[in-house]
């Protein structure tokens, strides 16, 4: 372990400055223009003034801010600022992903031309565009032009849950919208690597676990159901499906061996004993790198494979310069080549699982012959690798997904070198002899002992093999890393009580709020929670889009497990569909048990009126009291107070039900600090007389960006200015979350602590 960390008596300089550009591209990505980023650079000057040693780390902080910059400008920038966005515009694509099919189909576009703008070869942008019933199969490959109405993409941005505004930042899709009108431009190309992926799915599309086989040799991951997808991260197995070092270093030995055996063969046969071995083992490295080349092409070249193969490639080349670079030196200057070649790999959290598993075989690995003699032997270095692996994995693990899969420590045993010496030469082979001959019945064969092993194993370790822990802080994830490091720096293992004295004090510091909202950006619709020492009240579920899209499923629930908040209550305010969207996923959830309380079960029933106490606060139901014919005017009226602070929850009552509850409560009855502004801001709500009986001093609009409604209507925005109310928008601030103090309420928004400079 400390032979890892053991200093090398090569020259510093390479290193120094490579670890000036690590520092610079991860301090440039997330803070550029920042006062984090001033003071580095101020920081690192001052030092390499007085120190002349940290003047390579300087110059390698210098040459990362401009290799940041400039990516940025080449590849991640796309003139918009002269584009009409409310009329409909001439582009021209062609097709680069189906997203969705009939009626409607999704489709994801290459642009090569929109409007008046011209995009070159290297960079062009994609569009997630809706195209109606178009009476033929749309396809990947296929070219065409028309008139479409586009908007710049804008998502959804919360604390938890997938971040689709960084996802689209690095796949660069810069638009969405409709394609209104269009015309196919001459017959679908495919290009090479489109054919290959076709062809991977014609050899293994019949078979049982076609999506595995297809995904590992394709990098594509669009086959994968999300059952089976869960299935996989259960079992600690989701690292097989993303093309990686294990993947990367099995097609180079396979092909290293191959070229070999067809050496030894060709030199039998000729007789010819005078070939120099050091020729020989060059060209076995070269064929190795050249087919490992092209199977990270193949793949998509993602960022894992791009890792691995630059290793694969330093080590080949210290290897026949005969040159001893130590292992920390070789996953550094890897993970200086990658960010090169993009610096915003830093926002793929794959990057950071690659090295650090890499760090852990690297640390676990000491030696490179003796530990490999015997079968036994080879087992527990196995063994001591995957052991190493999900200790240091375990706390990103836990920091990224809220949980760890416990099933992976022994899954790997038997999966990797299942993966690498039968079912890797498996597909090799069916690819190989698929050109050939027919060969579907032995295809089928192995694959129902592959498929029967994988269902006996989710049989045994069923829903056992997976721990939601709940969510961690950054903070605390840098804290366990750096505990790591003094552990495994021999000279600095008597000071690892520094770091947990100092984190200690941080975590005394802390004070826990009496309870806390969460106002959700759901796009148009409402989703609440309330949470108060570990249970929640959640009030209304958001959306849900095409049938299939839950926004409780992919906002609300991983919020829910990540604080590890015990749902207790659930209230639907009415029965339109932006607010009762996620009902079959709520019982997929829970059962209904929540919806128990003020529901019975029923999600077609109102709310019944009751009041109740959820650890430091107080609940009450206050409407609906009769049937107003409407079901806006028959919303769900929460109040939710502890003394001091208190919200209003009136889901799309109108100015109806407005004026009977004014009339129904005594004055004071419905002040409230917080709330939630009737009906999504609609000037059918809100009233003068509502807002003076509530007198709110904040109030939150729950609304999409691209509301088709133009919501909040402006005359509702001026009733509460004329009160001096805060108002707050979910489709601009995101995700709203208020901590209440006695008394004291500090206030978050997802879209200013998830701000980034390259998404302004």
């Not at 003139?79 to 994801?108: A, C, D, S, W």
């Not at 059962?591 to 109102?606: P, Q």
Request: net charge positive; hydrophobic share 45%.
């Amino acid at each position: 372990m400390n032979r890892f960390f053991s200093h090398s008596k090569q020259p510093y300089t390479s290193i120094f400055m490579c670890w000036g550009f690590l520092f610079g591209c991860i301090i440039t990505v997330f803070f550029y223009k920042t006062w984090q980023f001033y003071s580095c650079i101020v920081f690192l000057t001052i030092l390499s003034r007085y120190f002349k040693r940290f003047l390579p780390v300087l110059l390698g902080f210098i040459v990362s801010i401009f290799n940041v910059i400039g990516h940025h400008s080449l590849f991640y920038t796309f003139n918009t600022e002269n584009m009409t966005f409310n009329e409909e515009v001439f582009i021209v694509g062609k097709i680069h992903r189906v997203l969705g099919g009939q009626p409607t189909n999704y489709v994801q576009v290459r642009l090569s031309q929109v409007g008046d703008m011209h995009y070159g070869p290297l960079v062009k942008p994609l569009a997630n565009l809706a195209i109606k019933n178009t009476g033929f199969d749309i396809q990947t490959g296929l070219k065409l032009t028309g008139k479409a109405k586009l908007k710049l993409f804008r998502g959804r941005k919360n604390f938890s849950g997938f971040d689709s505004e960084l996802y689209a930042f690095k796949s660069k899709i810069i638009f969405k919208g409709r394609i209104n009108s269009y015309q196919v431009l001459g017959s679908q190309e495919e290009s090479a690597y489109h054919e290959y992926r076709h062809f991977i799915w014609r050899t293994f599309g019949s078979l049982e676990l076609d999506w595995f086989y297809y995904t590992l040799l394709t990098g594509d991951k669009s086959k994968i159901e999300d059952n089976d997808r869960e299935v996989m991260r259960t079992l600690g197995l989701s690292h097989l499906m993303a093309i990686s070092g294990l993947h990367i270093g099995i097609m180079f030995a396979i092909s290293f061996w191959i070229s070999k055996f067809a050496c030894w063969g060709v030199l039998s046969i000729t007789r010819n004993n005078h070939a120099q071995r050091f020729h020989l083992r060059l060209f076995y490295a070269l064929a190795g790198l050249v087919i490992a080349f092209m199977y990270v092409y193949l793949s998509g070249m993602s960022v894992s494979a791009i890792r691995a193969y630059s290793m694969i490639l330093l080590a080949t080349l210290v290897y026949f310069l005969k040159r001893n670079i130590s292992k920390p030196r070789l996953l550094l200057i890897a993970a200086s080549l990658t960010l090169l070649l993009d610096p915003f790999v830093l926002l793929n959290v794959g990057w950071y699982f690659s090295f650090i598993a890499v760090t852990a075989i690297f640390i676990a690995v000491v030696h490179y012959h003796t530990d490999f003699v015997t079968p036994m032997s080879w087992l527990f270095q196995l063994v001591k690798v995957q052991f190493y692996i999900g200790i240091l994995l375990a706390p990103l693990s836990i920091f990224i997904f809220q949980g760890v899969s416990l099933a992976g420590l022994f899954t790997n045993l038997v999966a990797i070198p299942l993966l690498t010496f039968v079912i890797f030469p498996f597909i090799l082979v069916g690819i190989a002899l698929s050109y050939l001959v027919n060969i579907t019945d032995v295809l089928e064969l192995f694959d129902g002992l592959f498929n029967g092993l994988l269902q006996s194993t989710i049989e045994v370790l069923g829903s056992n093999g997976w721990w939601n822990s709940g969510k961690i802080e950054l903070i605390t994830l840098l804290f366990i890393y750096c505990v790591f490091i003094f552990l495994f720096v021999e000279p600095m293992r008597k000071l690892v009580w520094w770091p947990i004295i100092l984190y200690g004090v941080y975590r005394l510091t802390i004070i826990q709020p009496r309870w806390e909202i969460d106002v959700f950006d759901v796009g148009h619709g409402t989703s609440v929670l309330v949470t108060s020492q570990g249970k929640g009240l959640l009030y209304d579920l958001g959306a849900k889009y095409f049938n299939k899209y839950a926004i409780f499923e992919h906002v609300v629930q991983p919020h829910i497990v990540a604080n590890d908040i015990e749902l207790a209550y659930t209230i639907l305010s009415h029965q339109d569909k932006d607010h009762i969207g996620g009902v079959e996923e709520l019982y997929r959830f829970d059962r209904f048990e929540s919806l128990a309380e003020f529901h019975k079960g029923n999600t077609h029933s109102h709310c019944e009126l009751k009041s109740l106490q959820l650890n430091n606060v107080f609940v009450e139901t206050l409407w609906p009291m009769f049937d107003l014919g409407s079901k806006n005017n028959n919303s769900c009226v929460v109040k939710i107070s502890d003394g001091k602070v208190s919200l209003l929850l009136p889901g799309d009552i109108e100015r109806k039900a407005e004026f009977k509850l004014i009339e129904h409560y005594p004055l004071g009855r419905l002040t409230s600090t917080i709330l939630l502004a009737p009906h999504h801001g609609s000037k059918t709500s809100s009233s003068d007389e509502f807002i003076r009986a509530v007198n709110p001093e904040i109030a939150i609009y729950s609304r999409s960006y691209h509301s088709q409604w133009k919501l909040p209507h402006n005359e509702v925005i001026n009733r509460y200015r004329e009160s001096d109310v805060v108002q707050l928008d979910t489709a601009i601030n995101g995700h709203i979350n208020i901590k209440v103090f006695d008394g004291e309420l500090v206030l978050s928004k997802a879209r200013t602590a998830k701000e980034f400079w390259f998404l302004r």
